[in-house]
């Protein structure tokens, strides 16, 4: 059973910038897809950037210009750079992972960490 860890969270002012890391237990390298998703207070989780092992990358357009996702398959972690945050960034934050075996789909997800931006 893969253990995905999530850090980094915190509170920071608007413009300033975090960064949130996604330690996987095991090896990453069988994970087709990895992501970062986001739930505000009454709001549906979304999708805030997502990347492939093959490195294709994808953002929200709420998020693009300003954070970037990385993925280092050495140390089995997920990155997320968050720069020029917004109150509208607040949000709990979870990392996601894919992986198929035996054409079943399995989803594993982090217990997510708390962004605060806030004056």
């Known amino acids: 059973q893969v253990q995905l860890v999530e850090s980094g969270g915190g509170l920071v002012q608007p413009g300033g910038s975090l960064t949130l890391s996604c330690a996987a237990s095991?090896?990453?390298?069988?994970?087709?897809?990895m992501g970062w998703y986001r739930q505000a207070p009454g709001k549906q989780r979304e999708l805030v950037a997502g990347?492939?092992?093959?490195?294709?990358?994808n953002y929200a357009d709420s998020v693009k210009g300003r954070f970037t996702i990385s993925r280092d398959n050495a140390k089995n972690t997920l990155h997320l750079q968050m720069n020029s945050l917004k109150p509208e960034d607040t949000a709990v934050y979870y990392c996601?992972?894919?992986?198929?075996?035996?054409?079943?789909?399995?989803?594993?997800w982090g217990q997510g960490t708390q962004v605060t931006v806030s004056s």
């Open positions: 095991g090896s990453i390298i069988n994970f087709v897809v």
């Open positions: 996601n992972a894919v992986m198929y075996s035996l054409l079943k789909k399995h989803d594993y």
């Open positions: 990347i492939t092992s093959g490195g294709t990358i």
